[in-house]
């Protein structure tokens, strides 16, 4: 949807960066969302036409997509990680431990609560793994 999204979008209901509600270039009818050309996407759906409207550089979609694409590698190794100190911890009471960081390679330590079974786990680079699950 990116690839054809206006840059000035700011959310539906409210004024985007040019002072306009997105709404108002049509007749608000139901659907409205899909006609107008803030959002891109819904290919086959007639959109409704915008003077200010100015789309992103190919360069700059290709940064979002790889930051997505890096965000999402990320959120599958942190969930893999989690989920083998789970089936490392299974059936024992509360356990600390402590292991290398799939993020950085350093020190990172983990809390199994025997309890309800969440999971508290802090690297120690900053701005690395810091959850509680
Ligand atoms: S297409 Fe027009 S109304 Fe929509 S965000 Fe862009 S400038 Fe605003
Ligand atoms: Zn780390």
């Known amino acids: 949807m990116i690839r054809k999204a206006c840059r000035y979008f700011k959310g539906s209901l409210i004024s985007c960066e040019k ?13 409205w969302m899909k006609k107008v050309p803030c959002v891109g996407g819904d290919e086959g759906i007639e959109k409704v036409g915008c003077s200010q409207f100015q789309g992103f550089t190919k360069e700059e979609i290709d940064k ?31 356990v600390l431990g402590e292991c290398v960081c799939p993020e950085c390679g350093k020190k990172l330590k983990y809390r199994v609560s025997g309890y309800n079974r969440h999971i508290w786990a802090c690297c120690e680079t900053d701005d690395c793994i810091n959850f509680m699950e």
Request: aromatic share 2%; hydrophobic share 25%; with cysteine.
């Open 19 to 31: 002072g306009i509600v997105p709404k108002s270039l049509t007749n608000g009818e139901v659907g």
């Open 64 to 94: 979002m997509e790889a930051e997505v694409k890096k965000s999402s590698e990320r959120m599958k190794r942190i969930s893999q990680f989690i989920e083998g100190i789970r089936e490392k911890c299974k059936g024992k009471e509360d």
